[in-house]
């Protein structure tokens, strides 16, 4: 199955799941611009349009967040999906290399997805990239508390109450409740 297909099932399977944060109408959009897309891999970091995908890990009542070295913002840890790798396969890696931490998963690729984004990403002449959008699929990944003292971390890591995080990952806070 090509990406494009691979990340429309997964848009579907996401809007099965009926979650209270999922904006329908955000679902409709991406799939368009998804369709719309020139060539067939989204992988493409040079595109206009490429893959992201997030980490949602938390510990505790606190979830881990990077500061971006270039947008200088509190975010998930992130990344762009490489090559022949999967969104899923992405968030582990990525959270992995950013935060030196460890993560773990129960189920697959669709029964962790819970969100999906389209994030628009100004010029950056550091990088010599152009302003471009990231689908940015959003993964709930378990922490593994297994050696997990004195972790190197690419970037600041941050554990924050829902209260301290960005309003736009308040919401994930839902499902570590109750």
């Not at 959009?29 to 369709?35: E, N, V």
């Not at 029964?111 to 994030?119: G, K, S, T, V, Y």
């Not at 970037?155 to 109750?178: H, M, R, S, T």
């Amino acid at each position: 199955m090509n990406i494009k297909s691979y990340i429309l099932e997964l848009i579907d399977g996401l809007a099965d799941k009926e979650l209270p944060w999922v904006d329908m109408m955000k679902l409709e959009q991406i799939k368009k611009k998804i369709l719309a897309a020139d060539g067939n891999d989204l992988r493409n970091r040079k595109s206009p349009l490429h893959l992201s995908a997030s980490a949602v890990v938390f510990k505790g009542q606190d979830c881990f967040f990077i500061l971006h070295p270039y947008l200088k913002e509190v975010l998930l840890p992130a990344g762009h999906v490489e090559n022949a790798e999967t969104p899923f396969a992405c968030a582990i890696r990525e959270f992995k290399e950013e935060t030196g931490r460890e993560v773990k998963f129960n189920t697959g690729e669709q029964e962790n997805l819970l969100d999906i984004n389209l994030i628009h990403i100004p010029h950056n002449p550091l990088k010599n990239e152009s302003s471009h959008f990231h689908i940015d699929l959003r993964y709930r990944l378990f922490s593994d508390s297994k050696h997990q003292e004195n972790v190197e971390a690419e970037l600041p890591v941050y554990l924050l109450k829902e209260k301290e995080a960005p309003d736009e990952f308040k919401k994930y806070y839902y499902i570590n409740k109750g």
